[in-house]
């Protein structure tokens, strides 16, 4: 039996391969989203202990 067949452009791509590529597609985003995530928070993190320091130094 054939596999299904879509059509992008003028290329024939199986079906089932789409879905996949479609999967790791929306696989890597959510990774990328969660990994800017981590950086944000980190960055944040390090502002807040920077603050922090600097308010230590301010009390001596």
Known sequence: MAEP????????IPLTRL???KQQHLLITELLSELYDIET????????NALSFSDALNRF
Do not use: R
């Open 5 to 12: 067949q879509c059509f992008d452009g003028d290329q024939k």
């Open 19 to 21: 879905n996949a590529f």
């Open 41 to 48: 928070y980190a960055a944040g993190f390090a502002t807040l």
